[in-house]
């Protein structure tokens, strides 16, 4: 018994630690400092970092102590006897934006944003069980959108899109379809299928009007005139209505698990989709079953994640609140339920995060 307190005391300090240590690394990153750091690619003094970065030198000397004791970056004696840093080039392969896909650094950022914008809303929900909308948190969907840009930029167009259908997904887009992507946020994803697929039509829909103002300034800056932007609840759409069967393809990315009527939002996807549309909904890989996740290697990110954010916002107007670990075995079951005849469910090139369930009208 004696032992298991000294391991789980153990355990404690290293939780201490390493939530401090994630804490001072979104920090870096969101400066620039690993981006530095690993463009210098050797031993710097404080000042030749602080130089490079244009910050101030005693907040980054105290951030350089903090990963030093985290081992993140090497303390370097010169022969001068004054201490230099250095950033390995193996962790820059994951922490500085270089990265793309396998960008790891982008995602300190996550959690100490969260509980800056919905820490105590998410203790009062312990209260009351209400849920937070979307609105109170803005930083963060600023966030997303340039987590989105990390990820979709170099894994959308020239890896996700061509394994789709064994190829015949791009064949068609090259010929020209209707695309829609719902939940599209910004339009990070919808914009870069524009680009890449000028003789299709895009069809941007989600429920924030602020994160559609920003998607629509990027297709004018961008010059593209195949993309449009809509304001709509995806449940709402589950009835006939001026976009039934209208899509020869709809995308998903990381959006059903947020919303308030999730098994609706799926109905309104299966009702705009032409006949024998696809639809790929892209989501996180977990089981349904908490026992199931035990050994997932990011388990506790993701369900913390899903507490401060995709839970309490799928919980709003008495909705649903899937959160963000609903599974892969309910997810199927709700597409079934949704009316979708044949669900394939694979993993994705170089995500390893995700599963694409790909579906058929």
Known sequence: MQDDAKTFQDKMVDVLNYGSLNLAMGLGYRAGLFDIMDTMNRACTADEICGAARLSRRYVQEWLGVMVCGEIVELIRGEDGQPRFFLPKSHGDVLARRAGS???GVYTQEIPLLTACAMERVFQGFLTGDGISYEQYPDFHDFMAQLGDAKHRQVLVDSFLPS????????ALHRGIDVCDLGCAQGVATLLMAQAFPTSRFTGIDISAEALETARAGACEKSLPNVCFEQRDAAGLRHPNDLSARFDYITAFDAIHDQTRPLEALQGIHEILKEDGAFSMIDIAAESDIDGNRDHPMGPFLYTVSLMHCMPVGLVDGGAGLGMMWGRQLAERMLEQAG??????????NDPFNLHFFCRK
Request: net charge negative; aromatic share 10%; hydrophobic share 50%.
């Open 102 to 104: 396998g960008n790891l």
């Open 340 to 349: 979708f005849w044949r669900v394939s469910v694979m993993e994705i090139p």
């Open 164 to 171: 789709v259908d064994d190829g015949r997904l791009v064949q």
